[in-house]
Nanobody, 125 residues
Framework: QVQLVESGGGLVQAGGSLRLSCAAS????????MGWFRQNKGKERKFVAAIRSSGAAYYEDSVKGRFTISRDNPNNQLHLNMNSLKPEDTAVYYC???????????????????WGRGTQVTVSS
């Protein structure tokens, strides 16, 4: 079992930057694959970025080159550095975790076992 708590969201102007963090409980953070998703009201939750326990990272096409996912295993933290933000990046951002022993992709909501409650990111034009 792992509990996830996101932080770092807020209001920023287009072109600005934010750094999201996700604090994970438990002593086995390094054995989880981690992901970031985002969701707007009334719409489906969508993949943003993921990082495997090995450190391999994956990004949704629209954020490649602007967002960077990273993990700090000793401190049980997941981060998402977001640069060159656009109004279309506005959403609630969720952190997710999946046990590394379970095979499969990291691109879909159903690939993950645990979710945080989300943090709001608003990008003004």
């Amino acid at each position: 079992q792992v509990q996830l708590v996101e932080s770092g969201g807020g209001l920023v102007q287009a072109g600005g930057s934010l750094r999201l963090s996700c604090a994970a409980s438990g002593r086995t953070f390094s054995s989880y694959h981690m992901g970031w998703f985002r969701q707007n009201k009334g719409k489906e939750r969508k993949f943003v970025a993921a990082i495997r326990s090995s450190g391999a990272a994956y990004y949704e096409d629209s954020v490649k080159g602007r967002f960077t996912i990273s993990r700090d295993n000793p401190n049980n933290q997941l981060h998402l550095n977001m640069n060159s933000l656009k109004p279309e990046d506005t959403a609630v951002y969720y952190c997710a975790a999946r046990s590394a022993w379970r095979a499969g992709s990291l691109l879909e909501v159903h690939d993950y076992d645990y979710w945080g409650r989300g943090t709001q990111v608003t990008v003004s034009s």
